[in-house]
């Protein structure tokens, strides 16, 4: 049981340039969300997903774009990387209730 | 004014003592509340839960919510060094359009030997 997976662990992109951080859970878990994490600003909900085809923005969508056609997969894509995007990106997952939240180990994005 | 206010720290304790932190926050419809430990270069992990007002123990840790103070703390008893993390506060309202968690900024703790 690996829990929330992430990958990349790492990334440096240019602007401009576009990529997908993926996150799989073998939790059979329906509610996934991405958050990013900043100094000081706590982490900010981007988008969530509470079932397989169903996904929905939250306090930070612009700039990405996310899918869910499977319970396991949530992918999070930078359309067109900007330095305004680096940040540490956590998936998270959970099976009853939103408050309770199993996280990935993150992926620390730079964009130059 | 950020909707969640938490204390950065850090916040350095030696072994054995008694740890307390605090969040503060502005939304009254909050009812569930949150502590996340989060390690370095981890992810964070739920350590407490607890819906609206009371104390919730855990082992040598107290969740402790004032909705009329608008207040959480969470106490640790006997720290060791391996409590030593950053603590993040998280709140939510029922029935809140989005499912957000609304999180702290998170207070860094060091226990030292």
């Known amino acids: 049981n690996a829990g929330v997976t992430q990958t990349p662990k790492f990334q440096v992109l240019k602007t401009g340039q576009s990529m997908t951080l993926q996150c799989a859970q073998d939790?059979?878990?329906?509610?996934m969300s991405w958050y990013r994490q900043d100094p000081g600003m706590g982490l900010r909900l981007i988008h969530y997903?509470?079932?397989?085809?169903?996904?929905d923005q939250g306090e930070v969508p612009n700039g990405y774009n996310v899918s869910r056609s499977t319970t396991e997969d949530f992918p999070l894509r930078l359309l067109s990387a900007a330095p305004s995007q680096t940040s540490v990106y956590f998936c998270a997952s959970s099976y009853d209730r939103v408050e309770k939240l199993f996280f990935g180990s993150g992926t620390q994005l730079s964009v130059l | 004014q950020k909707e969640v206010e938490q204390d950065p720290g850090p916040l350095s304790v030696p072994e054995g003592a008694i740890v307390s932190l605090n969040c503060t926050y502005s939304?009254?419809?909050?009812?569930?509340f949150m502590w996340y430990r989060q390690y370095s270069r981890k992810g964070p992990e739920l350590l407490m839960y607890t819906y609206s007002s009371g104390n919730k123990e855990d082992g040598r840790f107290t969740a402790q919510v004032d909705k009329s103070s608008k207040y959480i703390s969470l106490f640790i008893r006997d720290s060791q060094p391996s409590d030593s993390a950053t603590y993040l506060c998280a709140m939510s309202a029922y029935g809140n359009a989005g499912n957000m968690l609304t999180f702290g900024g998170g207070t860094r703790l060091m226990v030292k030997p």
């Open positions: 939790m059979n878990h329906e509610y």
């Open positions: 939304n009254s419809a909050f009812q569930y």
């Open positions: 997903s509470v079932g397989a085809g169903i996904t």
